[in-house]
């Protein structure tokens, strides 16, 4: 039986692992915010140090956080390649054809690379840190004040935690459905992609027709307990802040502090 | 004509944290016209056991044939050889997905890569096995019927291939007496119109008993006991009980007439035998 | 002593495939007293789940009345009580776990009724403990196998504060392990914590450890008793579509031939005691 962990949680006991998920969520995104502030090398060189010193408290290994870039790595290459071929500027370097190779273009292609990986190993240290469940209180949390403009919170929530629970179940359920139709001579790598497609239907309509089933079943065991909606429910689970989140706040806080002041306060007078 | 199994051992996920060897080192022989149960706890491995006979999957060591073809093989004879295994999963009713009663048993058949006209003999004929009135249930959507009729219209999906040997994962599992009874009386019609093999994995016993010829019992991976029902329960009964099995009713209550003073024959594991050795124990007819 | 369960002639009429009026329950009058394990049998159709569901209010009746713990079903206001007093377990064990952990799970109930952080914790420890799922608490559940799945639900149940627990064929979706497990649990729960069991099977051998059995047929109850008196009537049970135990119907077959047999035979050892010669 596959035990499958989504968002690929890594578990551990770091100082990272331990930190509130309303804190790293937050100061994801405000350090999202300090990499597009850095437009220098100096700027993108303290970046780097930065994500290494975090990898250095989540106790994560390096190749791991590496590898969550590999996905986009084509489109990296692709933005890199874009600009240096094409990239618009003053100085240039090397003249083919359409080619222009300017220092401009190089600048800047290389910038928006860094800054695409700099996010996504950021974003994946969220995600390597913080089971999915925890992620999904945490997000509940953080969007619950936000009730009182019409933001279905709790809602979220539910359909995340349910989705959560049954992902790995329906994945199970994928896996003997195919086999049951392959026992009856499907075969699903024959055929152009419309011919692929129309062999799905009989791994999707038994599926989605189990889901719907599940859903109905499930509607009715949640009203035999009790449940109405968010309104006056408790949690068995409280959040809470402790000095670890205060000084990650401080550090993202700090970090952007210092590259605006890269950015900004060095320019020559 | 037979499958084989030559030191099959099965494992997996081979090489992750998750490995786990459902099979080890099974070997046997069945052949066409044979009714074998097979026995065993929830992770015993008659499901991967089963699973392997027909090619599903391929064995992590060892071989997997029917008649001498490597069931593993990517060459049209082992494909062949394949289609020849029909398996009926548990709860089959989860797999249907057609419009009508007709196009889903039809899949099958139509992947066999037969004619229209051969397709529709071979659909009149299984929904006739399995007991839905063609007339009544083709053109119907089989998600409008009930629990029971949708398992038969599952189950005709498979018989639809004419396949030589079936397999059947618990084919009674979730019914309520009624329908189970009914389940069975078509596998056994089955069974003896068509001469197939029949390889039915189950919990119970009394199925067991009641229906097939020889039983295979498996325990973590290994059959442990390979024989004929009757004998089985009587010769072995504490390897059984070791195993975590169960004997059937009618050989529990045999026992305890037995050791209550009431002589009765030993190869007795049918009910009907059972009462009339009591009553001509009692001295009646 | 007030019974838990009190319904007077509840009827339940639903309109069927092909859009006529079917009665599912005709007129039932039934009561169950606190500390009670009643089992309800029946072929498929009789109405036997029907009937459960109209005892935590997730059906209401056509005609008739059903009380439960004196509130009436159909009172809007006494809904939510009723729900909380009076837990259910469904057939399949996927389909009523509702968090991606045990613990979570289990908690879900008193959440939903605002039981207050502290006390939810000690009531979920103390919940799986008495189904012996502890160890379990922050296993993610579709690792379970079919009778911990049910055990948890029943855990869900108990941290609500439920005092009567309905299982509507708890056990026809486990293998023979599992419907051990299930039917320990309950029997333990009833004897020790004195929980209302209402068990709804197709299982005779389970039904037979119920302190009363009630037979369903289309609709309507046709007999119910202890079971000794139920299972000793082998031929209306057969003709109901349902089997007697194995003792029982041959202590009636021998009956029928002209042996002296005792009434009310139904296990195997009352049958050798009556035959035996030692």
């Given at each position: 039986m596959l035990d499958i962990t989504l968002g690929q949680y890594y578990p551990g006991n770091s100082f990272i692992h331990r930190l509130d998920p309303r804190t790293k969520i937050l100061t994801t995104l405000l350090l999202i915010v300090a990499v597009f502030l850095a437009n220098t090398a100096i700027g993108y060189g303290t970046l780097c140090a930065m994500v290494l010193f975090i990898i250095a408290a989540s106790g994560l290994p390096f190749m791991l956080v590496l590898r969550s870039v590999k996905p986009l790595l084509f489109i990296i290459v692709l933005t890199l390649a874009l600009h240096i071929l094409m990239g618009q500027g003053d100085h240039v370097l090397y003249q083919w054809k359409f080619i222009t190779v300017t220092e401009e273009g190089l600048q800047l292609g290389v910038q928006m690379a860094m800054r695409l990986i700099l996010l996504l190993m950021l974003s994946s240290i969220l995600t390597f840190t913080t089971s999915p469940i925890v992620l999904t209180d945490g997000i509940e949390a953080l969007l619950r004040p936000f009730r009182v403009i019409g933001v279905p919170a709790h809602e979220l929530a539910m359909m995340m935690t349910i989705a959560l629970r049954f992902i790995p179940t329906l994945m199970e359920e994928t896996d003997r459905i195919i086999k049951a139709q392959t026992a009856r001579g499907a075969d699903f790598d024959r055929g152009n992609l419309l011919a692929r497609a129309k062999n799905m239907l009989p791994i999707l309509v038994p599926l989605f027709i189990s889901a719907f089933r599940r859903a109905d079943d499930l509607a009715i065991a949640m009203e035999a307990r009790c449940y109405r909606g968010g309104e006056g429910r408790t949690r068995m689970h409280q959040l809470a802040y402790r000095s670890g989140d205060v000084l990650?706040?401080?550090?993202?806080?700090?970090?952007?502090?210092?590259?605006?002041?890269?950015?900004?306060?060095?320019?020559?007078? | 004509m037979s499958m084989q199994l030559e030191h099959v051992s099965y494992t997996y996920m081979p090489g992750t944290p998750y490995e786990k060897e459902a099979l080890k080192d099974v070997s046997l022989e069945i052949n066409k016209g044979e009714f074998v149960a097979v026995i065993g706890h929830t992770g015993s491995g008659k499901s991967t056991l089963v699973q392997n006979l027909n090619g599903l999957l391929h064995p992590s060591k060892g071989t997997a044939s029917l008649d001498g073809v490597d069931l593993s093989g990517k060459t049209a004879e082992a494909k062949q050889a394949r289609s020849r295994i029909g398996m009926v999963f548990q709860y089959p009713e989860h797999q249907?997905?057609?419009?009508?009663?007709?196009?889903?048993?039809?899949?099958?058949?139509?992947?066999?890569?037969?004619?229209?006209?051969?397709?529709?003999?071979?659909?009149?004929?299984?929904?006739?096995?399995?007991?839905?009135?063609?007339?009544?249930?083709?053109?119907?959507?089989?998600?409008?019927?009930?629990?029971?009729?949708?398992?038969?219209?599952a189950i005709a999906g498979?018989?639809?291939?004419?396949?030589?040997?079936?397999?059947l994962d618990e084919p009674s599992a979730g019914l309520d007496p009624g329908s189970r009874d009914a389940v069975f009386a078509e596998i056994m019609a089955l069974y003896k119109k068509r001469g197939i093999a029949?390889?039915?994995?189950?919990?119970?016993?009394?199925?067991?008993?009641?229906?097939?010829g020889r039983m295979l019992v498996i325990?973590?991976?290994?059959?442990?006991?390979?024989?004929?029902?009757?004998?089985?329960?009587?010769?072995?009964?504490?390897?059984?009980?070791?195993?975590?099995?169960?004997?059937?009713?009618?050989?529990?209550?045999?026992?305890?007439?037995?050791?209550?003073?009431?002589?009765?024959p030993y190869e007795i594991t049918d009910a009907k035998r059972l009462l009339a050795e009591v009553k001509r124990r009692k001295g009646l007819k | 002593m007030e019974p838990v369960i009190e319904t007077k002639g509840l009827t339940h009429i639903y309109l069927g495939a092909d859009n006529?009026?079917?009665?599912?329950?005709?007129?039932?009058?039934?009561?169950?007293?606190?500390?009670?394990?009643?089992?309800?049998?029946?072929?498929?159709?009789?109405?036997?789940?029907?009937?459960?569901?109209?005892?935590?209010?997730?059906?209401?009746?056509a005609e008739g009345s059903v009380k439960v713990h004196g509130l009436d079903t159909l009172d809007e206001n006494s809904l939510w009580k009723i729900r909380q007093n009076t837990g259910m377990v469904f057939q399949n064990p996927d389909n009523q776990i509702v968090a991606a952990?045990?613990?979570?799970?289990?908690?879900?109930?008193?959440?939903?009724?605002?039981?207050?952080?502290?006390?939810?914790?000690?009531?979920?420890?103390?919940?799986?403990?008495?189904?012996?799922?502890?160890?379990?608490?922050?296993?993610?559940?579709?690792?379970?196998?079919?009778?911990?799945?049910?055990?948890?639900?029943?855990?869900?149940?108990?941290?609500?504060?439920?005092?009567?627990?309905?299982?509507?064929?708890?056990t026809a979706m486990l293998d023979p392990k599992g419907r051990k497990e299930i039917l320990n649990t309950m029997l333990k729960l009833n004897k020790e914590q004195h929980i209302t069991v209402v068990y709804i099977t197709h299982f005779m051998t389970e039904a037979i450890q119920a302190d009363r059995v009630i037979v369903m047929s289309e609709g309507r109850i046709e007999f119910q008793g202890t079971p000794k008196e139920v299972?000793?009537?082998?031929?209306?049970?057969?003709?109901?579509?349902?089997?007697?135990?194995?003792?029982?119907?041959?202590?009636?077959?021998?009956?029928?031939?002209?042996?002296?047999?005792?009434?009310?035979?139904?296990?195997?050892?009352?049958?050798?005691?009556?035959?035996?010669?030692?």
């Open positions: 990650a706040f401080v550090f993202a806080f700090a970090m952007i502090g210092l590259l605006a002041f890269l950015r900004w306060g060095l320019k020559p007078a | 249907l997905f057609a419009e009508t009663v007709y196009e889903d048993v039809a899949f099958g058949p139509r992947n066999l890569g037969l004619d229209p006209e051969k397709v529709e003999g071979r659909v009149r004929d299984a929904m006739k096995f399995v007991g839905l009135d063609f007339d009544t249930f083709a053109q119907r959507s089989p998600f409008s019927l009930s629990g029971g009729q949708m398992r038969r219209a498979v018989v639809a291939m004419n396949p030589d040997y079936l397999i029949i390889i039915m994995v189950t919990h119970s016993m009394e199925e067991a008993a009641r229906f097939a325990c973590k991976g290994k059959v442990i006991l390979d024989g004929k029902p009757a004998e089985i329960f009587l010769k072995e009964k504490e390897r059984l009980l070791q195993a975590g099995m169960d004997i059937p009713e009618v050989c529990k209550l045999a026992d305890a007439l037995r050791a209550r003073g009431l002589r009765l | 006529n009026r079917v009665t599912a329950l005709d007129g039932i009058d039934l009561q169950v007293m606190p500390g009670e394990f009643v089992a309800v049998i029946g072929a498929n159709g009789s109405g036997k789940s029907t009937l459960a569901r109209h005892f935590n209010a997730l059906l209401l009746p952990v045990v613990e979570d799970d289990v908690a879900f109930g008193p959440e939903n009724i605002g039981v207050p952080s502290e006390e939810l914790k000690a009531r979920v420890e103390e919940a799986l403990r008495a189904v012996d799922m502890l160890d379990y608490r922050e296993h993610a559940p579709h690792l379970l196998s079919g009778g911990q799945k049910q055990r948890v639900a029943i855990a869900g149940t108990l941290a609500l504060g439920s005092d009567c627990i309905i299982l509507d064929e708890p299972f000793s009537r082998v031929e209306e049970l057969e003709k109901l579509g349902l089997e007697a135990p194995l003792a029982a119907k041959f202590a009636f077959e021998l009956r029928k031939s002209g042996v002296k047999i005792p009434e009310g035979i139904i296990t195997n050892e009352e049958l050798a005691e009556a035959l035996g010669s030692r």
